[in-house]
């Protein structure tokens, strides 16, 4: 059995994946962030089709985690389900709703392969 520690991002990484494929998560994009920033390894962006499903994604994922890895995860937005954040400390996942993620595009901020420029305060 693989103790908390023991699971390697890219295993972890895996891990994630096939439980949001298991639960149609929906535009699933993977951004390695390694060598960009010190918040994580990976990030990983991906759809609901509505508040429930965006809920259920992350709770069964976070579940998953603590039952099968041991690896306990932080939650953040449930309460809303517009936009749940799972902090699992190597990767962080972001569930959207579709309008939200559109309006948010967070993922445009880190793809491209240069950390984002941060924007002028006036």
């Known amino acids: 059995m693989t103790g908390p520690d023991d699971t390697s991002s890219d295993a972890l990484l895996a ?28 990030m990983i962006v991906c759809s609901g089709r509505s508040t429930r499903q965006v809920v259920a994604i992350s709770e069964k994922l976070s579940d998953r985690m603590k039952q099968e890895l041991g690896r306990a995860s932080k939650l953040e937005g449930k309460g809303s389900g517009d936009w749940v954040l799972v902090d699992t400390g190597d990767i962080i996942v972001h569930v959207f ?20 420029m941060p924007r002028p305060i006036s």
Not at 24 to 40: H, Q, W, Y
Request: glycine residues 8%; hydrophobic residues 35%; without cysteine.
């Open 15 to 42: 891990f994630i994946l096939n439980s949001l494929e298991e639960d149609k998560a929906e535009d699933v994009v993977k951004i390695d962030l390694r060598g960009k920033t010190a918040i994580g390894d990976y």
């Open 97 to 116: 709703r579709p309008e939200v993620r559109e309006f948010y595009q967070i993922e445009k901020m880190w793809m491209g392969g240069e950390e984002p």
